[in-house]
């Protein structure tokens, strides 16, 4: 009987050891997901930074096309209304609307920065080179991050999924979550008429 019960004790101390190592696990990679997607977050706000001071730079050296200054304003406007939480990364819904409102914003900065080659004396303004090497690199950065991020969602998604893991996510509440994916389109390059 004594043997029974140190069996028995033994089994259940296993087992919960085993689902306390899988909850923490999960709890790591959610943190991964959530400290890679403020990452995102992060160059997402640096954009936002330099566009107001990109566009009165070129404001200021060149007189362009009122559309895409609006155009401009109005995709950060519209980027910027949308709250970021850890939340929205459990709301796929949310999630899309943020990153279409983000492709908004970068599909507005491509037409400007299209206006901008027609002036030649602006890409030789010294503050306009800075600006634009600022918004390249956080361009750059953005796509590291998300790629990150991605990298990040994936570990963490295998670990919900995988069984045995997935029993123990499913009991306490770990589901996977949304990858960020490319806007429509955005396989073809874009074509740029002078």
Known sequence: MKKILVVVVIAVGLLAAWIGATYNRLVTLDEQV????SEVENNYQRRMDLV????ETVKGVAGFEKETYTAVAEAR????KITLSPQLLRDPGAFAAFEQAQ???SSALSRLLVTVEKYPDLKASAQFQDL???LEGTENRIAVARKRFNDAVRAFNTRVRRFPGN??????GFAPRPYFKAREGAAEAPRVKF
Do not use: I
């Open 77 to 80: 406007a519209q980027a910027g």
């Open 34 to 37: 959530t400290a890679a997607w």
């Open 132 to 134: 634009m090497t600022q």
């Open 52 to 55: 107001p001071n990109l566009v």
């Open 103 to 105: 492709g908004k914003l």
């Open 167 to 172: 029993l123990v996510a499913g009991m306490l």
